[in-house]
C-alpha cells in the first residue's frame, strides 16, 4: 500500500514544521515548501526522514502562481499522488490597527497575495490530483483574526477573513475534496515573539491565557494536530465517522451523528447490525474512520428501509444525535416554526400565501408585509407603453395572442 502524500506550505518552522513531522509519524510522505529558510526547511525535512518519511524540500514563493504550478509538478513527479494540502504559508506586517499611516497600498496586496490568493492559487494546482484521491482533504490556515479583526494589523485580518470565506466558497464547489480551514490564536513560538517584541509577546500571552476558560495559548503543535485530525478524517463533517447525509425511504434526507465511541455503538445495535458494534475495527474514530464507505453503507442500507420520521424517532430513543434536513414545505407545516411565528400570510394575485416573516421577531416592534407587490401583470400595459413604446393596439394583439 502506498503512503499519502501531502504539500505542506511553510513547512520550515512553527505549525508547519510541526505538521511535517506530525504527519511523517503517521506514514505520510511529505512536500514542504519555504520561502527564504531553506535550510531551516531541509532541517526538518530530515527530522521528518528519521520518522520513516520520504521528502522533499521546495523553495517556493505561494504568491507566486508559476511557483505554486511548479511545487504540484515537483510532488507528482515524485509520487505520482496527492492527498492532502496544507496551507500554512503566511506573511504580516506589525501594525497598531490605530495606526492608519502605518500600512500602504502594497502592504495589503503583498499579504493578501500570499496570504489569500496563495492558497487559492495552490488549490488551484492541485484539485485535478486531489480528485483522484481516495480521501482528498485542503487545510487552509486561517486565523481567530480573520473572524475578530484583530491580530498584527487591519491587513493581516483582512487578508485571514478573505481566506475564511474563500474556504467556504471553495468547500461548496469543489466536492468531494473536503476544504477546511482552522484558525488559532495567539500560538507560541518565536514568530510571534519577534514580531511583537518579548515585552509585548509576554503581555498579550499574559493576558490571553487570564481570559479564556482553560487559562492557556496554544502551541504549534496543538495547531498541528488540529490540523492532521481534519486531514485524516473522511467524513463529510470533518473528524468525526460516522457523520452524514443519509436517504429515507420517503425520499428525505436525514443527518445522523455517530460522534463519539459508545454513540457508535448505540447507533450500529440501534439499525441492526451488533456485529458492526462490536468489531474492534471501529472501536475508536481512528479505526471508523478508515472503513467510512462501509459504515456508511451500512446505516443507508437501513435508512433507505425506513421514513424520516421512523428514523429520527429511533435515534431519538437510543440518544444518537440526527435531525433532518427540511423542505419549504417540512419548515411552514413545523410546529416550532409555526409558534415562533415564522412565517405569515398575505393574499396576493387572489390568493392566500405564507411568506417568511421579517426577522429577527422583536416584542414590540414586530415587522410586517404591508405590502406583498404588485398583482401579476398589473405593470405589463405600463412597462410595453412607457419604457417599450409599444401602441395600444400593438398591446392588443400581445394579450389577444397571449404573449401577455
Known amino acids: 500500500m502506498t503512503k499519502p502524500v501531502a504539500i505542506i506550505t511553510g513547512g520550515s518552522r512553527g505549525v508547519g514544521a510541526e505538521v511535517s513531522k506530525l504527519l511523517a509519524s503517521k506514514g505520510w510522505n511529505i512536500a514542504i515548501t519555504c520561502s527564504s529558510s531553506l535550510e531551516a526547511a531541509n532541517e526538518v525535512g530530515k527530522e521528518c526522514e528519521t520518522l520513516g518519511a520520504e521528502i522533499i524540500v521546495l523553495k517556493a514563493d505561494v504568491s507566486q502562481p508559476d511557483s505554486c504550478a511548479q511545487t504540484v509538478k515537483e510532488t507528482i513527479k515524485k509520487w505520482g499522488k496527492l492527498d492532502a494540502l ?19 497600498k502594497d502592504d495589503f496586496l503583498g499579504l493578501y497575495a500570499t496570504n489569500t490568493v496563495g492558497p487559492y492559487m495552490m488549490i488551484k494546482e492541485a484539485r485535478e490530483s486531489l480528485l483522484e484521491s481516495d480521501n482528498p482533504s485542503v487545510v487552509n490556515v486561517a486565523s481567530i483574526a480573520g473572524v475578530l479583526g484583530i491580530g498584527s494589523s487591519v491587513a493581516y485580518a483582512a487578508s485571514k477573513g478573505a481566506l475564511i470565506n474563500m474556504t467556504k466558497s471553495l468547500a461548496r464547489a469543489l466536492g468531494p475534496i473536503r476544504i477546511n480551514a482552522i484558525c488559532p490564536g495567539f500560538i507560541q513560538g518565536d514568530w510571534l515573539k519577534n514580531g511583537l517584541g518579548e515585552e509585548t509577546y509576554e503581555f498579550v500571552k ?64 440501534a439499525i441492526g447490525r451488533p456485529d458492526m458494534a462490536d468489531d474492534s475495527r471501529y472501536e475508536e474514530n481512528q479505526g471508523r474512520v478508515e472503513h467510512e464507505k462501509v459504515i456508511d453503507a451500512a446505516i443507508e442500507e437501513w435508512t433507505r428501509k425506513h421514513t424520516a420520521e421512523e428514523i429520527l424517532s429511533t435515534m431519538d430513543e437510543v440518544s444518537v444525535p440526527a435531525g433532518p434536513i427540511y423542505s419549504v ?76
Open 86 to 104: 496544507i496551507n500554512n504559508a503566511g506573511t504580516t506586517k506589525f501594525n497598531a490597527h490605530d495606526n492608519l499611516d502605518g500600512l500602504s
Open 206 to 269: 499574559k493576558s490571553t491565557e487570564e481570559n479564556v476558560p482553560l487559562n492557556l495559548t496554544c502551541t504549534a503543535e496543538q495547531v498541528a494536530e488540529t490540523i492532521c485530525y481534519f486531514i485524516e478524517s473522511g467524513s463529510t463533517i470533518t473528524g468525526i465517522v460516522p457523520t452524514n447525509t443519509y436517504v429515507t425511504s420517503d425520499n428525505k434526507h436525514v443527518i445522523i451523528g455517530g460522534n463519539g465511541d459508545s454513540i457508535f455503538k448505540r447507533l450500529m445495535n
Open 329 to 404: 414545505e417540512d419548515m411552514i407545516n413545523d410546529e416550532h416554526y409555526i409558534a415562533r411565528g415564522m412565517f405569515h400570510e398575505v393574499e396576493a394575485n387572489g390568493r392566500t400565501l405564507q411568506i417568511p416573516a421579517m426577522l429577527p421577531i422583536l416584542t414590540e416592534t414586530p415587522g410586517t408585509t404591508e405590502w406583498p407587490g404588485p398583482e401579476l401583470s398589473e405593470h405589463t400595459s405600463e412597462v410595453l407603453e412607457e419604457m417599450l413604446g409599444k401602441t395600444a393596439e400593438e398591446i392588443e394583439k400581445y394579450k389577444s395572442d397571449g404573449v401577455v
